[in-house]
């Protein structure tokens, strides 16, 4: 795997990710290697159940890995405290609002949580962040609004504002277009994007747009039942590696449009 030293964040190497209860171990997915870069956008796809949702929470260090190694900033992921790691990682998990009932401004507030005093209270620097966060997602017409009078495509806004103003190297998004119409799921996807390369940041996100990733991202994680695959979207339809994605008798990946045919 060639990868950027330099601008490498967060880099996993053999990864086995699952669950464990007492003495019963039930792996979901092994040998999982890839790095992902400051400024760019990643994606991860794979049939529904693969491990996504499993992988991102490892990633972002809610649950353990139970093999392998995850390096965060050249340092082990184990080695993070809870603190650090809200310093450097920030989730965003769909239907996952704090409150319907506060505003705006006061959810993307949150995200200043991990700097903020055990009272909360916000400094200048905090008020700047939150700011900057809501002119970055061009929140500023509905800053003062109650979530729950938002639509689901300006909820999902607000809570990545509120990962942006988290301030961290990296922002993992579980599933962050469903319940959006296809015009918004690539508003979304393009506006982070754009969020990386502005911010710098490096944005992971899970997702069943697959087609739309191919379009828009710098690396894709391909999880398949035959394995798991890293790379480029050209590289990866090169490959053929979203062959492996679904059973072939219903639809197949045809590497000229990068699109599911069915059959
Ligand atoms: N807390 C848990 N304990 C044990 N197994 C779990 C737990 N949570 C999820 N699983 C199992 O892990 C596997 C992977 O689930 P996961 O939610 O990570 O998949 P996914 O790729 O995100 O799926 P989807 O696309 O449907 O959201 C599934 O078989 C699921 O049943």
């Known amino acids: ?33 890839f790095a992902i870069s400051r400024g760019e956008l990643n994606a991860i796809v794979g049939a529904n159940g693969i491990g996504k949702s499993t992988l991102l929470r490892t990633l972002a260090g809610i649950q353990p890995s139970l093999s392998g190694t995850i390096i965060l900033n050249d340092k082990p992921l184990p080695r993070y405290t809870n603190t650090e790691l809200a310093r450097e990682i920030s989730l965003v998990l769909t239907d996952q609002l704090p409150s319907r009932n506060l505003t705006v401004t006061e959810t993307i507030a949150l995200g200043r949580q991990p700097y903020t005093n055990w009272i909360g209270t916000l400094t200048e620097n905090d008020l700047h962040k939150v700011k900057e966060a809501i002119n970055l997602l061009n929140l500023g017409e509905i800053q003062h609004k109650k979530c729950y009078t938002l639509s689901d495509g300006q909820l999902q806004k607000v809570m990545i504002a509120r990962a942006i103003a988290q301030d961290t190297s990296i922002v993992i998004l579980d599933e962050p277009t469903t319940h959006l119409d296809v015009y918004h799921k690539t508003y979304i996807l393009k506006l982070l994007k754009d969020l990386a390369r502005q911010t710098q940041k490096s944005i992971l996100y899970s997702s ?6 191919i379009q828009l991202c710098h690396k894709i994680l391909v999880m398949s039942s035959k394995g798991t695959y890293f790379g480029s979207p050209c590289q990866l339809i090169e490959e053929g590696s979203f062959n ?20």
């Open 244 to 263: 492996h994605l679904f059973p072939g008798d219903l639809i197949t990946f045809d590497r000229n449009t990068g699109t599911f045919k069915v059959k």
């Open 208 to 213: 069943h747009e697959i087609e739309l990733s």
């Open 1 to 33: 795997m060639t990868t950027d030293k330099k601008n490498t964040v967060l880099k996993a190497e053999r990864l086995g990710i699952g669950y464990k209860n007492g003495k019963h171990i039930s792996e979901i997915a092994s040998d999982i290697s």
